[in-house]
């Protein structure tokens, strides 16, 4: 599934009323392998469904997946896992609702890429990675495997959404090490979940509240681990989505990153009003208690 271009792209219902449950946004994603490396691992996707009762109940879904670095078939791994979530969360047998639509979604991403591995020899052991987004109405329901991140930027203050699976961050929660170590920690890209490794995953889930003004980036491994929060409030604050996406990678390469890097921004031009709209307390039941273990 092709992920949007550098180019500024507006994403969301067009000129003229909009139906209730629309939100509008403008986005923009950017790959690179990296000056390091010759191939590049990551995977990005984003799909605004064409018709507009699908968009108005199933909103726009951006995604990103990073292959897992030394497994044979990361690339595979990653591509299999965008595409099939893509396909499965708008699929018309799937559930009509958002949240139990992405967790079927995630699961289903899962067992393909599984799945695969385990019929082709040279893929075995084959895994990825999976950061997702999906925007509807007020919200933003975010699934997430692995160690790539999403944030939330709001009026200049960035926020880490998502929790990393990763033995480093297992060792940051514990208190063993401190959050500052994160980046440059031995064992930082030792992956505790992974999309493809196992029959059944265990992603963390959240709905998060949005604005207009809002912008949410998802990034891999790569671009994070050599820039800071300030680094990528600053550019976030500064420059429309498609040219922050470009400063960011540029910044990393730069630095001589050993690493693939990956970048997708999605800033929040309206949202509509729900139904709905307290926050959630059943669906995502899970995701608080994991975070309140954490």
């Known amino acids: 599934m092709p992920a949007p271009g550098p180019a500024q792209q507006r994403q969301g219902p067009g000129a003229g009323a909009e139906p209730d449950g629309m939100i509008e946004v403008e986005a923009a994603a950017l790959s690179d392998p990296g000056p390091r490396?010759?191939?590049?691992?990551?995977?990005?996707?984003a799909h605004v469904p064409t018709d507009p009762l699908v968009r108005q109940r199933k909103g726009l879904l951006f995604a990103?997946?990073?292959?897992?670095?030394?497994?044979?078939?990361?690339?595979v791994a990653s591509a299999t896992a965008v595409a099939a979530?893509?396909?499965e969360y708008y699929s018309p047998s799937n559930h009509t609702r958002i949240e139990p639509a992405l967790r079927h979604a995630v699961q289903t991403a899962n067992l393909r890429v599984y799945t695969l591995g385990q019929q082709r020899a040279e893929l075995r052991a084959m895994a990825t990675t999976l950061s997702?987004?999906?925007?509807?109405?007020a919200h933003a329901y975010v699934a997430h495997v692995g160690d790539s991140r999403v944030y939330l930027w709001r009026d200049g203050a960035l926020t880490q959404l998502t929790s990393d699976h990763s033995e480093a961050a297992e060792l940051v929660r514990m208190r063993l090490v401190k959050p500052e170590r994160l980046r440059d920690h031995p064992r930082r890209s030792v992956l505790t979940r992974a999309l493809g490794e196992q029959l059944i995953?265990?992603?963390?889930?959240?709905?998060q509240p949005l604005q207009p003004g809002d912008q949410l980036l998802l990034c891999t491994d790569g671009l994070w681990a050599e820039?800071?929060?300030?680094?990528l409030t600053q550019a976030l604050g500064r420059c429309a989505p498609a040219e922050a996406c470009r400063a960011l990678v540029e910044a990393a390469i730069?630095?001589?990153?050993?690493?693939?890097?990956?970048?997708q921004i999605i800033r929040v031009q309206s949202v509509a009003l729900e139904a709905d709209a307290a926050p959630s307390r059943n669906g995502w039941l899970s995701s608080l208690l994991q975070r309140a273990m954490g």
Do not use: H, K, M, Y
């Open 37 to 45: 490396r010759s191939t590049n691992e990551d995977c990005l996707g």
């Open 64 to 75: 990103l997946a990073d292959g897992v670095g030394g497994q044979r078939g990361g690339d």
């Open 85 to 87: 979530l893509i396909e």
């Open 132 to 137: 997702a987004v999906a925007l509807a109405g």
């Open 201 to 207: 995953v265990r992603p963390d889930f959240l709905r």
């Open 227 to 231: 820039l800071n929060d300030a680094e």
């Open 254 to 263: 730069r630095r001589d990153c050993s690493d693939n890097l990956s970048v």
